[in-house]
């Protein structure tokens, strides 16, 4: 079945950046996503990538997708404080109508 | 501002009742509504798939019984948690899909701010 796997923590130094990696299963995914939740907090959507897509970007962030290998991976430049958050990557295998595979999160911490 | 509005954000119900939480698409029409649901520390689980109009899909291991759903408009969902349990404590949310307008445009996910369900 789909499956969608992430590591699950991360330590930043401020300032730096982050990677935050994550492989899918299913090889007709054809939206790709990452959202992120504060502590409390619902979802917040951060970026997507279409599956024929190499890359993209938006501000601090980028996304790079390797559809070869399923791997998606979210930089975030210049990482900052309240970037503190876990992020979760997840799969659409129909655009938007169909169910969301989420995988577990990535704990980021940001620290001075 | 929002535009999945979820009712409540935060309810506390005895042992054994049952509580309902409303999923609202605020401006666009849904025929299709998820709901998932997430256990501290862990990631987000689909429950079940709501359709307008029609019974709704459940997730293998998800009883149908017991979190009743109804999608009786284009623009609500909900999620009865019927005999809720302490087990049952958990942070529901729910999504829809708002159409693409155009082909510059992409259909797009929205999520409510979820809903805080503890049982006593």
């Known amino acids: 079945g789909e499956d969608v796997e992430q590591s699950l923590f991360l330590s930043v130094r401020e300032g730096d950046s982050s990677v935050i990696n994550c492989t899918y299963t299913?090889?007709?995914?054809?939206?790709l996503y990452w959202y992120k939740q504060e502590p409390g907090a619902g979802l917040q959507l951060l970026t997507y990538?279409?599956?024929?897509?190499d890359m993209k970007q938006d501000q601090r962030l980028t996304v790079l997708l390797n559809k070869k290998d399923k791997h998606l991976s979210l930089r975030i430049a210049d990482t900052q404080t309240g970037d503190s958050a876990i992020y979760f990557c997840a799969e659409s295998s129909t655009g938007g109508y169909n169910k969301l595979i989420f995988g577990a999160g990535t704990r980021l911490a940001v620290h001075p | 501002g929002a535009v999945v509005s979820q009712h409540p954000s935060w309810v506390i119900c005895k042992s054994g009742t049952s509580v309902k939480i409303e999923c609202r698409s605020l401006d666009f029409q849904a025929t299709t509504m998820f709901w998932y649901r997430q256990f501290p520390k862990q990631s987000l689980m689909l429950m079940a798939t709501?359709?307008?109009?029609?019974?709704?899909?459940?997730e293998q291991g998800v009883e149908k019984d017991k979190f009743l759903i109804n999608h009786a408009s284009l623009t609500l969902s909900t999620l009865t948690v019927t005999s809720a349990h302490p087990e049952d404590s958990s942070f529901y949310i729910c999504s829809a899909t708002r159409l693409g307008r155009g082909s510059s445009n992409g259909n797009t996910i929205y999520f409510g701010e979820g809903s805080w369900l503890t049982v006593v």
């Open positions: 709501s359709n307008e109009g029609s019974k709704a899909t459940y």
């Open positions: 990538i279409f599956s024929n897509m």
């Open positions: 299913d090889s007709s995914s054809t939206y």
